[in-house]
Nanobody
Framework: QLKVVESGGNVVQIGGSLRLSCTAS????????IGWFRRAPGKGREGVACISASNGGDGSADYADSVLGRFTISRDNASNTVHLQMDNLQPEDTAVYYC???????????????????WGPGTQVTVSS
């Protein structure tokens, strides 16, 4: 059964960087879009970034406006992992970060929660002043 696990969360100072990883138990990152989402304290889950399949898709990425220019999503198909490089972190980036797999094969990624299944347990990112 497909499972995904996030890692890389930590406490970091304002302006710092972190790299999150999302590793799947099956070789699916070539074929399905992968999304990163987050839930900040007291708020609902929101989309952060996603990357389309490279096999059967164009491998393009999409970002929330709030992270555009600071976060970069990338794929390492050899290790079945999708990374989220987060630079210039701000207090409003504090959240639990989740990755998830699009339920439709080859579909271009969009940051729509309902399009995704197989959510990981999340990893905590805390940006402190």
């Amino acid at each position: 059964q497909l499972k995904v696990v996030e890692s890389g969360g930590n406490v970091v100072q304002i302006g710092g960087s972190l790299r999150l990883s999302c590793t799947a138990s099956l070789f699916i990152t070539d074929y399905y879009a992968i999304g990163w989402f987050r839930r900040a304290p007291g708020k609902g889950r929101e989309g952060v970034a996603c990357i389309s399949a490279s096999n059967g898709g164009d491998g393009s990425a999409d970002y929330a406006d709030s992270v555009l220019g600071r976060f970069t999503i990338s794929r390492d198909n050899a290790s079945n992992t999708v990374h989220l490089q987060m630079d210039n972190l701000q207090p409003e980036d504090t959240a639990v970060y989740y990755c998830a797999v699009d339920r439709i094969l080859f579909r271009p990624c969009i940051l729509q929660l309902d399009d995704y299944d197989f959510w990981g347990p999340g990893t905590q990112v805390t940006v402190s002043s």
